[in-house]
């Protein structure tokens, strides 16, 4: 079947050249592109799950680091020199 699409200019470029890098023609890349949305798991009704936060990826790790001082800004050591714009700290 023929049918007839509008795609912006930089659309049309972008998918032009990727149809020449792999040697096909664009109503092939189209036709793949249509295929993929329509045979995708979002098409056969399926919720999609919004991606997990950092913290839910991380979650396992935190507080697994232990530097033995409970708040570093309490440690006098690190601390030392912090703000002081003669040694070039800010």
């Keep these: 079947m023929r049918t007839t699409v509008e795609l912006s200019d930089e659309?049309?470029?972008r998918a032009k050249a990727v149809a020449a890098l792999r040697g096909r023609k664009l109503k092939?890349?189209?036709e793949e592109g249509l295929r993929l949305v329509l045979d995708g798991p979002s098409a056969a009704g399926a919720v999609r799950e919004p991606a997990p936060s950092l913290y839910q990826l991380m979650k396992d790790y935190c507080g697994v680091a232990d530097s033995g001082?409970?708040?570093l800004?309490?440690?006098p050591a690190h601390m030392a020199g912090f703000g002081d714009a003669s040694k070039?700290?800010?």
Excluded: T
């Design 11 to 13: 659309l049309y470029r």
């Design 69 to 71: 001082v409970e708040d």
């Design 28 to 30: 092939d890349l189209v």
């Design 73 to 75: 800004g309490s440690s």
């Design 88 to 90: 070039g700290n800010r």
